[in-house]
């Protein structure tokens, strides 16, 4: 007696198996790009200062918020910290790209920031030196990056943008703006280049915004509406706390409709310390 054969499956079987081993690739795939993209997002945040500094008469805050795509981790940053000469030293940028490559690169901009600043306290110095290394490294990719230089004792403050979004600014006395000094290149676009520095003296209280374009621009947001919703939200709340004005100013980025990430930095300045 003959064995019985089985019947050999049908084609809705065979749909049914070719189905469900797409589902699974797919859900490998997921899983497989979700492990990367919470990495990334990790490296990222491991990437910025853990602990803002504290010197007299300044208070410092900040607040960052992920790209909203998940597949697009970006590259922005901010610091803080105290200069070889005492003075406290701050900068904000925004890499080039949305992946890994893009946060690798901001923290070798951010290393070489400080590292160079361990040397010099010029802002300009700080930026030309960090952008010929840059280049000199052969990366191919460009960040754009705003740097001050804040002298407590002396009051003086320095300023100098490599295409970077301009900061804004309040005072006690009811002035405000958006500073658009003159800049130069984002850093790793022309080698030598000179950056261009604004001095002032701080003569009040009054606090210092900075931030990146994730902040204030978007596809169908113009960058000029965005900088002057934060210029009406600084001036009305420059004397609030700065960890307090710092998440106001970032809730402008919902109204960007943007899938960028976004930074922000603020400095409050409690004035000239009184007669002793």
Same mark, same amino acid.
């Given at each position: 007696?003959?064995?019985?054969?089985?019947?050999?499956? *049908?084609?809705?079987?065979?749909?049914?198996?070719?189905?469900?081993?797409?589902?699974?690739?797919?859900?490998?795939?997921?899983?497989?790009?979700?492990?990367?993209?919470?990495?990334?997002?990790?490296?990222?945040?491991?990437?910025?200062?853990?602990?803002?500094?504290?010197?007299?008469?300044?208070?410092?805050?900040?607040?960052?918020?992920?790209?909203?795509? &998940?597949? *697009?981790? &970006?590259?922005?940053?901010? *610091?803080?910290?105290?200069?070889?000469?005492?003075?406290?030293?701050?900068?904000?940028?925004?890499?080039?790209?949305?992946?890994?490559?893009?946060?690798?690169?901001?923290?070798?901009?951010?290393?070489?920031?400080?590292?160079?600043?361990?040397?010099?306290?010029?802002?300009?110095?700080?930026?030309?030196?960090?952008?010929?290394?840059?280049?000199?490294?052969?990366?191919?990719?460009?960040?754009?990056?705003?740097?001050?230089?804040?002298?407590?004792?002396?009051?003086?403050?320095?300023?100098?943008?490599?295409?970077?979004?301009?900061?804004?600014?309040?005072?006690?006395?009811?002035?405000?703006?958006?500073?658009?000094?003159?800049? &130069?290149?984002?850093?790793?676009?022309?080698?030598?280049?000179?950056? @261009?520095?604004?001095?002032?003296?701080?003569?009040?209280?009054?606090?210092?915004?900075?931030?990146?374009?994730?902040?204030?621009?978007?596809?169908?947001? @113009?960058?000029?509406?965005?900088?002057?919703?934060?210029?009406?939200?600084?001036?009305? &709340?420059?004397?609030?706390?700065?960890?307090?004005?710092?998440?106001?100013?970032?809730?402008?980025?919902?109204?960007?409709?943007?899938?960028?990430?976004?930074?922000?930095?603020?400095?409050?300045?409690?004035?000239?310390?009184?007669?002793?």
């Amino acid at each position: 007696m003959r064995g019985h054969r089985a019947d050999p499956p *049908d084609d809705g079987q065979q749909l049914l198996i070719t189905l469900g081993r797409l589902v699974d690739q797919a859900l490998a795939q997921i899983k497989l790009q979700q492990a990367r993209v919470e990495l990334a997002v990790a490296l990222q945040r491991h990437m910025l200062p853990p602990a803002l500094p504290v010197l007299p008469g300044l208070r410092i805050a900040a607040r960052y918020a992920p790209s909203r795509d &998940g597949l *697009d981790v &970006g590259g922005d940053w901010y *610091d803080a910290f105290v200069m070889m000469d005492g003075s406290l030293g701050l900068a904000i940028g925004d890499v080039q790209g949305h992946d890994v490559e893009a946060i690798a690169f901001m923290g070798q901009v951010r290393t070489s920031l400080r590292a160079i600043a361990e040397t010099t306290s010029d802002p300009r110095e700080v930026l030309g030196r960090a952008n010929n290394l840059l280049i000199s490294m052969g990366c191919g990719l460009f960040a754009t990056c705003c740097f001050l230089r804040f002298d407590p004792v002396g009051r003086d403050l320095t300023v100098s943008r490599a295409g970077h979004v301009p900061m804004i600014w309040a005072t006690e006395s009811g002035r405000s703006g958006i500073t658009l000094d003159r800049g &130069g290149p984002p850093l790793g676009v022309l080698q030598g280049e000179l950056y @261009p520095v604004t001095r002032r003296r701080l003569t009040e209280p009054g606090v210092l915004v900075l931030l990146t374009d994730g902040v204030v621009e978007g596809p169908t947001y @113009p960058m000029e509406s965005g900088l002057a919703e934060v210029a009406r939200l600084v001036k009305v &709340g420059f004397d609030a706390d700065p960890d307090v004005l710092a998440a106001s100013v970032i809730k402008v980025a919902d109204q960007t409709g943007h899938s960028d990430d976004a930074a922000v930095l603020v400095v409050r300045y409690d004035g000239p310390p009184g007669p002793g």
